[in-house]
């Protein structure tokens, strides 16, 4: 402690003083420190704080969203806020049960919420009475029993802590300086003085405009200089790429990848860590009941594992202290399961071709030649066909949890598998254990048009030609038209395909001695409702969809504004231009728009509808005036801004403006607006 204190000391006077550079920390030193974490796989996320008293309940009301935003969904005032922070008082809070739940579901580190965005901290702070000791009847620092119960039981802990903070006096556009050098680093110092074995440290709130990638560069290295060994988030700057979570580009800082409440597609040469909920939100919302199963659960493990990541579970605690049985129960069953196949789980690596379908996952030992196969959903599984993995000669193959090997037969690619009739009684996971190689794989075939890759769904209106791309050299790739799997019978791709109608392609690669390529899967949706649409400024590129047609595709974005069936424009107006391409008789005419002032979002506040006959000559049909309540429910929702016609026209224009600024009253306040559209439908 004395050197930590020396050391600190040593910063504030010479700063410059002896202090390393570890932004520039090479990926083996990095990936040395996160051993432990590569191995641990599976954590709890704790959200814990003032806000299990109102538990997402204010003036008898429920309030939508998470209930750690109550204090900003519901614009509750501070000093009300603080009558909450006063009744906060865990009598039932037990440390050491919390650890025993973690550690028996496979869990092996805790973060939890020493500051939520509402500014209240569950420490004995130095730098504040906003605690749980000076502003609470609890009056005891809720953090270091957990530290003290984890250590005991061998798990790692760590903090989540809340860069956006709503309740100090300073932290805003004005003061923030201040707020950061006299209150957010001070707090980040104490804690990583008070607990020299803090192993990670989970940033959030940097999405706000005050902080920059600059300021969290400048924090990374400090704290690293005082805590060379702790683990830190992408978070703690703004290199995150939105809730995906992952870095917009290599420089941004953070050890790693944060996606939330999704998983990654792929797997990530950046290490990443998926967090999610067990119901919707993350601190205890009275009433939320949509627990996800045990088997999704353990699914999700399954999935993020092979994919090279970790879970980090969340449970939100009630203002007693007590963790909601449904969380409590579900550990348990997922606890079961890891007991018997953590051993696939734990201390493994991911492998290149870590899947084969829908059904089957891999992973491999990080220090042998044994590889993991899970079988998703055994109950549908007589036998089982693996492909990328080959048992070495006369080896026997196990179900994890069984002495018996199970009978199989190998050629040079595949290896069929009877699974014994017992392990389809449920449809929990089994997972096959293989003394094994990696087989040659063919390369998942790319589609380009035009040069440019494209994947999912692609919209055209004009006859388009697609190219299939593999990188495996002197492999063929067979194509389907009709979305059925491509197999040794089906056509050979030559050198381009025409497409003029919509097509489903699905394509493989194919070579001799390797195994068959996973499937590349397209839609090539034709667009015929008009003969052109032209939108006179380009949507933000992170909301782009598929392009302009995306407005006229047939297909809604829903309330999720990241489906990329919306296009977004920050602080532009949408201004759109239909030609039918022949005079017709529309009765009525529609712009979907989406409202989530989470997220920025607002309705247009004038969306005005012309058609014309011949170009130029428009005639402006109606005029939509939308008066953005600051009540308006923060929900988001879909409003069909729609237009009679009832005329024969050629021509269709729709202006959607945005109110470009977020309102006074709004948290993202003076910061740009965003109008998100999707469907122009054309009755
Ligand atoms: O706003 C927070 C939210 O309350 C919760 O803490 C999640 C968990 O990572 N993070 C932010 C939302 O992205």
């Known amino acids: 402690m004395k050197y930590l204190v020396l050391a600190v000391l040593l910063f504030s006077i010479f700063p410059g003083c002896g202090k390393k550079d570890y932004l520039n920390e090479s990926v083996a030193d990095r ?47 501070i000093d009300e806020y603080e009558k909450f922070s006063k009744q906060f008082n865990p009598t039932e ?23 939520h965005h509402d500014g209240y901290c569950i420490w004995d702070s130095k730098v504040t009475n906003y605690d749980i000791v000076d502003f609470s009847p609890y009056k005891k620092d809720l953090l270091k029993p957990l530290a003290e119960a984890c250590r005991k039981e061998g798990i790692k802990f760590g903090f989540y802590h809340s860069i956006m903070d709503w309740h100090h006096p300073d932290a805003n ?97 950046l290490p990443w860590e998926a967090c999610m909920t067990f119901n919707d939100s993350w601190g205890f919302k009275k009433g939320d009941d949509n627990w996800k199963s045990a088997e999704a659960l353990i699914f999700n493990i399954i999935d993020i ?57 891999y992973t491999k030992a990080k220090d042998d030649d044994i590889y993991y196969s899970f079988i998703l959903n055994p109950a549908k599984s007589l036998e089982v066909m693996l492909k990328n993995i080959l048992p070495i000669e006369n080896s026997k193959i196990y179900i994890i949890g069984d002495d018996n090997p199970v009978s199989y037969k190998s050629s040079d690619l595949e290896t069929k598998i009877i699974i014994p009739q017992k392990y389809r009684a449920n449809n929990f996971p089994i997972v096959l254990k293989i003394i094994g190689i990696e087989n040659k794989v063919v390369e998942k075939p790319l ?47 030559k050198n381009e395909l025409l497409i003029s109608e919509t097509s489903v392609i699905k394509s493989s690669g194919f070579k001799n001695g390797f195994v068959k390529s996973p499937t590349t899967k397209i839609k090539l949706h034709k667009i015929k409702s008009v003969k052109d649409i032209i939108i006179k400024n380009h949507p933000s590129e992170k909301y782009s969809g598929y392009g302009k047609l995306t407005l006229i595709n047939g297909q809604r974005g829903g309330s999720n504004y990241q489906n990329k069936d919306w296009l977004g424009f920050e602080g532009e107006d949408l201004e759109v231009l239909l030609d039918l391409g ?101 009755n």
Request: hydrophobic fraction near 35%; proline fraction near 3%.
């Open 31 to 77: 990936d040395e420190r996160m051993e432990w974490w590569n191995d641990a796989k599976f954590g709890m996320f704790i959200h814990w704080g003032a806000y299990s008293v109102p538990a997402g309940w204010y003036k008898d009301k429920m309030v939508s969203g998470a209930s750690e935003w109550i204090m900003d969904a519901a614009k509750i005032p």
């Open 93 to 115: 809070y037990d440390a050491e049960e919390w650890v025993r739940i973690a550690k028996n579901a496979g869990m092996k580190y805790i973060i939890i919420t020493s500051k």
């Open 447 to 493: 589609i380009t048009i035009d040069d440019v890759e494209v994947e999912n769904t692609y919209l055209f209106q004009n006859d388009i030609k697609i190219k299939l791309n593999s990188l495996t050299p002197h492999s063929i790739i067979r194509y389907t038209i009709d979305g059925s799997e491509p197999n040794e019978k089906s056509k050979i791709f």
């Open 173 to 269: 556009k004005e003061k923030f300086k201040k707020y950061r050098d006299e209150y957010l680093i001070p707090q980040l110092v104490e804690l990583l003085e008070e607990y020299e074995d803090l192993a990670v440290l989970w940033f959030d709130g940097e999405w706000i405009d005050e902080w920059t990638e600059e300021q969290g560069k400048s924090l990374y290295n400090q704290l690293r200089n005082i805590s060379p060994d702790i683990l830190i988030n992408n978070r703690i700057g703004k290199g995150r790429d939105g809730m995906q979570g992952m870095n917009k580009d290599s420089s941004a800082v953070g050890d790693f990848g944060t996606p939330e409440q999704e998983i990654l597609e792929k797997s990530s040469s």
């Open 582 to 682: 022949e005079s017709k008789h529309v009765n009525e005419v529609s712009l979907g728009c989406l409202s989530n002032l989470n997220s920025w979002i607002f309705l247009p506040q004038i969306v005005s509808f012309y058609t014309a006959s011949a170009i130029g000559k428009y005639e402006k049909v109606h005029e939509f005036n939308y008066q953005l309540d600051k009540n308006e429910s923060i929900k988001g929702f879909i409003k069909d801004i729609s237009a009679k016609v009832n005329n024969s026209v050629r021509y269709i224009k729709i202006v959607a403006e945005n109110i470009n600024q977020c309102p006074s009253w709004h948290k993202g306040k003076g910061g740009k607006a965003w109008i998100f559209a999707d469907e122009i439908i054309i």
């Open 305 to 361: 594992v092979s994919k090279g990541g970790n879970y980090l579970l969340n449970v939100g605690p009630d203002s007693r202290g007590i963790i909601p049985n449904e969380s409590v129960t579900r550990l348990g069953e997922i606890g079961n399961w890891m007991n018997i196949n953590g051993e696939a789980i734990y201390n493994t690596r991911a492998i290149k071709n870590y899947f084969e379908g829908e059904k089957i996952r």
